[in-house]
Every structure is written in C-alpha cells, then in structure tokens.
C-alpha cells in the first residue's frame, strides 16, 4: 500500500483546480456566444416580422381609371388611386407607373411640375397636369384632409385620394380601339395597384371609364 505525503496531495488538490476553472471559463464563453446569438437572432426576428408586416399591410389600390378622347384616339389617362386598409403614408415621388399596350412597355415616374392641388371647374381632363413626357406621370389631388399630399412632398394616408396623369399621345402615341392596357402602380414598399383593361371598339364620345 502507497502511501502519499503531503506533497503529492497539493499538487492534484491545485491539477483538480486548474481543470475546474477551466470548466467554468469554457461555461462562460460558451454562455457569452449563446446571449450573443440568441439577441442577435431576436434582433433580426423582429426587423423581419416589421418588414413582412408592412409588405403585407401596405400597398396602393387603383379605384377606376378614365380615358380622354380626341381625334379618335385616347390622348389622356386618369388612374385614381388610394392607400389600401391599413396602409403606411405612401410617397408617390417613389412610385414606378408601368403601363403596357402588348408593343411598347413605358415606365413613369413622378414629374413634380405637373401638380394639382384640386381638380379645374372644367372637369378632370381640363386641369394642368396633363403636360407631360413619355416617361412622367403628374398627380391630381382629389381627397387630402391633411394636405400631405403637395407637389414636392406627394404623401398619401388613410383617407386621400388622388389622379395619377398620363399622357397617352407621348407614351403610346395615342391608344385605339380595342387596344389592350396592363400595368401597375408600384410603391416602394408594399403591393402594387393593378391597371388592366380593353378599350371601346369605338370611340365616339370624349371621355370612357375603363377600369
């Protein structure tokens, strides 16, 4: 039988030490990670369950869209739009009008020259925001009790309701009879408004709802 002295005994009393303290450093990083991942999976859970929310929620809805006629061709458009249920504020500076006539896809976007606050006495079609490029889209501002909605800052919210403008002539040179039209109002967050409609096989009279 082995007897140990003093010695022997201090040095596994001080091994067993050594060992235990670096179970309980290892214990620690590996809880340090843990917080670590876990905040930074909690972060990242949120920010996507905010962005998913708002991508469901907000969105843009087109009520109806009109049609001008002159010379026997469409030559303005007037796309009535509004916030969906629920929606954010929508900044129609940031909107992308597509349209679509099977030939020649154009894509819009906001000229903050062609702006009116009211629609003219004259009716829709006679209001200045007609004067527009191939590529522009002007704003008519129907409903805005909280006067969001100006040329510069263009903000939509619960309630509003406005014209987006296109000149036809410059886009399409014009749209016939029986001429289909695709397209969508695209936000920069949220669903689109979709425009989808088959004009008149005649066009005799000065202005047509068409969707």
């Not at 002295?5 to 001080?14: L, T």
């Not at 067993?16 to 303290?21: C, D, K, L």
């Amino acid at each position: 039988m082995k007897i140990m002295n003093r010695k022997n005994v201090g040095a596994i009393g001080i091994g067993a030490m050594i060992v235990f303290i670096a179970m309980v450093l290892v214990a620690g990083i590996a809880a340090s990670v843990l917080i670590q991942t876990s905040s930074r999976l909690e972060s990242q859970a949120m920010a996507t369950g905010e962005q998913t929310t708002a991508e469901v929620a907000t969105g843009i809805a087109v009520a109806n869209v009109e049609g001008h006629v002159s010379s026997g061709s469409i030559d303005k458009l007037a796309i009535s739009v509004r916030p969906r249920a629920g929606s954010k504020d929508i900044d129609l500076s940031t909107v992308v009008l597509e349209l679509s006539n099977s030939t020649t896809k154009c894509v819009l976007t906001y000229d903050s020259t062609q702006f009116a606050s009211t629609p003219a006495a004259a009716g829709l079609f006679s209001t200045s925001a007609f004067g527009l490029t191939a590529g522009e889209f002007g704003i008519i501002v129907l409903e805005d009790a909280d006067n969001s909605c100006t040329s510069s800052t263009p903000v939509i919210n619960r309630g509003d309701k406005v014209v987006l403008t296109v000149n036809a002539t410059s886009t399409f040179s014009g749209i016939g009879v029986r001429t289909d039209i695709w397209g969508r109002v695209v936000p920069e967050e949220g669903a689109p408004g979709i425009i989808s409609f088959r004009t008149p096989p005649s066009l005799t009279d000065t202005v047509y709802m068409l969707q």
